[in-house]
């Protein structure tokens, strides 16, 4: 069950990222492919960074914070899905513009990463070795969803990116319930 959720929780995370590529491929429809493994590589590494860095930082306070993780952690979770479905509710409309750069694949990468930082913070009760391994799983997974939704976009328009960051933010409101009803000794 613990690897089903870290999945999810995989591909709950990647939809920023997943919108992110789709509108990539759509600014640049004859995107080479060295680009599209850029803005892949790119994603993934961050969405494992980020919630690596938000798990050391947050085994500092794990004493202090243990009682209070499955609260925390529902809290998160929520503040994200909510934030995600109200992102992937806005239509916004995106023009052809001039090619991506490097800089903006890496500013791309890193604002869609925040989030995850945050939930590295909600596996200090985990190993470092688990924790690790579930931050490996969301990079591994980002990486993969971003290459499809790259492709989605150059190949089929942005009809699904909004869809996309919805789905994304459902599955974090449902892992945040669940992470309440752990904190309340239902689950």
Known sequence: MYWTEALILAVALSMDAA???????????KMRRFKHLMIAVAFGLAQGIFPTIGYFAGI????????Y?????????????IKMIIEGCK????????????ITILLQAVAGAI??????????????????SVFAIIAAMTFLI??????LGKKFGNRFSGKAQVFGGVILILLALKSLLDGLGIL
Do not use: H, N, Q
């Open 69 to 81: 993780m499955p609260y925390i952690a529902c809290g998160v979770l929520m503040f994200l899905g």
């Open 60 to 67: 500092s306070f794990a004493e202090a914070l243990s009682k």
């Open 19 to 29: 919108a992110m590529g789709m509108a990539d491929g759509l600014k640049e429809p």
């Open 91 to 102: 239509k916004e409309k995106e023009g052809v513009d001039k090619p991506l750069t490097a």
């Open 146 to 151: 971003v290459t499809v939704s790259v492709w």
């Open 115 to 132: 989030d995850a930082l945050a939930v590295g913070v909600t596996y200090i009760e985990e190993t470092t070795g688990r924790a690790l």
